[in-house]
Structures are given as C-alpha cells and as structure tokens.
C-alpha cells in the first residue's frame, strides 16, 4: 500500500458472504415473482387457455384428417381423432413451456426497462438472484400449466401410461426442459432493447416444435425439413417427453440427445443472460 | 486541528462519451460528509450519466470517482453497500403492496426479519404512508408512489443518497414533503447529491450548488455565495448566466432552459 493523504475510507456495514447472500437474494427474488404471479392470475390463465385452445383445434377440427396419416389402420373420424389426441399430447406440453417462455421475455424485459432493475443494480445484489427469481417463478407457473393442459388432455381421453418411476421421470426431465427454455427467454428479455422486440424473438421457440415431430411424423416430410426436423432440439425433446407419457421404453439416444440440448441451452442461456444483465446502460 | 472525515463523494477528471458526444470532460467535484450538493445543469448537460457512474450503473472513459474513499469501478460493491438511488424511473414493484415493496428492499439488504419489519413500520410512518400500506403501488398517486420510491432507497440505511430529480411532475404540497424527508435523511447525518431542474430546490435544500456545463463544474459555492458573486437575485438568474457561456460547448439544450 502506498502511504497518501488521502482520508481513510468508510468501513462497508457487514454482510454474509458470496454464495449464502445469493442464495438468500434468490429466495427473496423468487418469492416476489411468485407474487407477482398472484397478484396476476390472469395471465396464467391466459397462458394455460392458449395450448388448451391449440390442443382443441387440433383434435377436433384436424384431429380427424390427420389422425389418419399417422399409420396404416387408423381409420378417419373419431378414430383418427383419438389417435391424433394421443400423438400431439407430448406437443402440446412443449408448446405450453414454449408460451410461457415467450411471457417470461416480456416480463423480463419490462422489468429491465423499468426502474426496479436499474435500482437493484445500484445494490448489492447478485446478477444471478435477479434473473433466477424470474427463471424459479416461471418454471413453477410452467409446471402447473403444463399439469392443467395434461388434464384437459385427459379429459379428451388421452390415457398416458407411464408408471410411478415413469411419472417421476417425465417431472424431471420437463423440469429441465422449462428451466432450459426460461433460461433462453430471461436472456431474450434481457438482452431486448425494447417490449415490442421481447415479444417477438421468443417466436421461434413456438414456432420450432412445428418443424419437428411435435404434430407430425417426420418421415412424412420431404428431405431437407425432414433433416432440419430431425436435428433439432424440440424433436428429441418432443419424442423423450412422449416415450415418458406412454410408459414405453424410452429411446436411450433420442434421450440423451434431448439432455445434452437442455444442458447446453441452459447454459448458453444463462451466460448470455447475465452478459445482458451487465450490459451498462444509462 | 481536526481530522477531515472522508468526504461522500470526491471526483476528479471524470470523462464520459457517448459516441462522438463528449457528456463529461474533466469534471471534479466534492460532496464533503453530511451535506447537500445540488447539481444544476442543462438539459443533457451529463447531471443523470453523473448520477449513473457514481452509483455504479456506467463506467466512465477516464478520471477516479469514489463514494466514502471507495473507488466506484474497482470496488463496485462496497460501494453498493453505501449508497442508495432514487432515480428518474419510478423504481417500484407496481403490483406488489406498498410494506411489500419496502419488506422486498429489507431482504435484500439482509436485514434480521424484526429489524427489518420495524424499518419498514418506521418507514411507512414517517413517510405518512401508512393508509396506503395494504394498497399495491399501481394505485398509489404519482406523489404517494414517489414518497414510497425514496423509502425503498432509504431501507438499507444508506450513508451517501442520490437523487435525481427527485420532485419532476409533484404537486407543490408532495414537493414540500419530499423536501422535509431529505432535510431529516441529512439531520441523520447522510450525505445527498440532488440533481434537479428547479432552482427554489437548489436553494431551499442545498449546502453547495454545483453547475455542470460544457461537461465541467462552471461554478461551485453556497447558494448565498452564487447569487452575492453573481450580483443575482434568485438562483435562477445565476444559472441563466452560468449556462450562456460558450454555447458551442455540449450543453446545447439552453433554449429550453431559457424558455
């Protein structure tokens, strides 16, 4: 140290530590988010009606058409009905996630252009509570709504058949898959200059699930989709979430593969989340 | 002879651009422990990007800023941990209640939950918020939910305050309000640096009145001091004065001031 005349600063009021302040900051964060949810019910609601609708839409006005394309022995009708129900189900769930994420950008994005993120910014609290409370509230409002849509589904007469360890697979393995999506959509808000462009990047996660297995077979596609399809992320997402929901034995690869897009997403959604989070603004 | 306390804020050389547009070119300021500085200034005469750097939003280009001998961009979070902000944004949760939006400040400052709760009691009754307490901050009135933004910044029991016109778009009686809350931070021994576009501001709540212009302090007194220099009788003839000079500089927006 150099010796100046410089007066001595001011002792900094104690603290905890690093990793138990974060910790206590993302309890505090979440809470609020969570209570934000509450005091918001209508846009879970909302955000529950939009894939119940689509579910809707799908079996019974194209249900019976399209049912019928799905293998040899389905015969158009109700028939096809029933079996298209059985087929998108697994969609359905990830286009849930899909909507949710889309709101999640929007809120995060209304809460960076506002003033309680520039204030926050001015305490000491980690980047890492700020966007985690976002990401914990959404995953949990994730998780109900795809809960609500399943029963819709099942009200239509879906009959999954995955057993107790199936169930406890497919609460797992969604559970990644939101937190996967919500990692990308906090980036997206955040990194948003304004609402308006938060609304729209989050598209193409709806989108996506479109141009994979989600409403249709692949093999019915022609060459260039059916690669695009295959090598996407929703399409191993899509296939692991139906295998769980029908109690079969789940592809091991297309699994694995479903995982390794998750982690690597989240990740990729967590780091650039926070590089938007530091970015100075004035 | 006595030991100088370690002023609140000491500035020295600070430069900002922001493109091609220089915003602070060499700005030193002092802001001595347990007074009010009021920064007047042009519109887009860098009073807000001053603001910002001191409390750690933005880096600056060049020159040291330090709040209590901390240097603001090597240790950004002692700092955090000295200051409270109150900025233009309204900085409150809409949908959360008013006890909620301050229990929200106490949590993340660590208090102990009863400390914390007795903050936020405190708080809601000095700054005569309690009818509102149970309402959600969407409902309040522009003047209510200002009243409750300062509050916010106040729960960590911050030792330096930036305010950054802090009054804009209050009625007079919610202005006068204000003004006795920051009296009272100051009797508690804070420190406030205040930017403002009312000059009766400057004047009713300031120690010193520091006027930024071509992105440099133009004058630096009392209030008493600017007007006897100036031979002025209201702040506002001072800084008419101040801000006419070398109208080719970055502080371009005087016909506005002006009008």
């Known amino acids: 140290m150099i010796a100046t005349a410089a007066p001595t600063p001011v002792r900094i009021p104690a603290a905890p530590s690093g990793l138990a302040r974060a910790a206590g900051d993302l309890a505090t964060m979440t809470r609020r988010s969570l209570l934000r949810m509450v005091r918001n019910p209508s846009m879970t609601v909302l955000l529950v009606s939009t894939p119940v609708v689509l579910l809707l839409l799908f079996v019974y006005v194209f249900g019976g058409a399209f049912g019928a394309g799905l293998g040899s022995g389905v015969t158009p009708g109700a028939d096809g009905r029933a079996a298209y129900l059985d087929y998108i189900t697994p969609a359905v769930l990830v286009m849930t996630a899909a909507s949710i994420a889309q709101s999640t950008a929007i809120g995060v994005a209304m809460d960076m252009t506002g003033g309680i993120v520039t204030r926050l910014r001015t305490m000491p609290v980690a980047s890492v509570a700020v966007l985690g409370g976002h990401v914990v509230g959404a995953v949990v409002q994730t998780l109900m709504a795809a809960a609500a849509v399943l029963g819709v589904a099942v009200l239509l007469g879906f009959r999954p058949g995955a057993d107790a360890f199936g169930w406890l697979g497919l609460a797992g393995f969604f559970t990644l898959f939101a937190l996967m999506l919500t990692w990308l959509s906090v980036a997206m808000g955040a990194a948003a200059r304004s609402v308006e462009s938060a609304s729209n990047t989050p598209m193409i996660l709806l989108l996506l699930p479109f141009f994979g297995s989600g409403f249709v077979p692949v093999d019915t596609m022609p060459t260039p989709a059916r690669l695009f399809a295959e090598h996407q992320p929703f399409t191993p997402v899509i296939e692991t979430v139906r295998d769980l929901l029908a109690g079969g034995p789940v592809a091991a690869t297309t699994a694995a593969t479903a995982v390794a897009w998750c982690v690597a997403l989240t990740l990729l959604g967590w780091l650039w989340a926070r590089a938007a989070y530091r970015r100075p603004r004035a | ?259």
């Open chain 2, 1 to 259: 002879m006595s030991i100088t306390p370690t002023p609140a804020i000491e500035v020295a050389g600070l430069r900002k651009r922001y493109g091609d547009q220089t915003v602070l070119d060499g700005l030193d300021l002092t802001v001595p422990a347990g007074t009010v500085t009021a920064l007047l200034g042009s519109n887009g005469a860098g009073k807000t990007t001053t603001v910002s750097i001191l409390a750690t939003l933005l880096p600056a280009d060049g020159g040291t800023a330090r709040v209590l001998g901390h240097d603001v961009a090597r240790e950004p979070q002692a700092v955090r941990r000295l200051i409270g902000v109150t900025g233009q944004l309204s900085a409150v949760d809409p949908l959360l209640t008013v006890t909620e939006n301050l229990r929200l400040m106490a949590d993340l400052f660590h208090l102990p939950r009863v400390e914390g709760r007795r903050r936020t009691a405190d708080l809601v009754e000095r700054f005569d918020l309690a009818d509102a307490a149970r309402r959600q901050a969407q409902q309040l009135s522009g003047g209510m939910r200002r009243k409750l933004d300062l509050a916010m910044t106040l729960v960590g029991g911050p030792q330096v305050v930036f305010l950054d016109e802090p009054t804009t778009g209050l009625d007079p009686r919610a202005r006068h309000d204000l003004w006795d809350q920051v009296r009272a931070l100051v009797a508690d021994g804070a420190s406030v640096l205040l930017t403002t576009q009312y000059l009766d501001e400057a004047d009713q709540l300031a120690d010193h009145v520091a006027v930024l212009h071509g992105g440099r302090l133009v004058a630096h007194d009392t209030p008493a001091g600017l007007k006897a220099a100036h031979d002025a009788g209201s702040l506002d003839d001072v800084f008419l004065a101040l801000t006419a000079l070398d109208q080719t500089g970055p502080g371009h927006d005087l016909k506005e001031v002006a009008r």
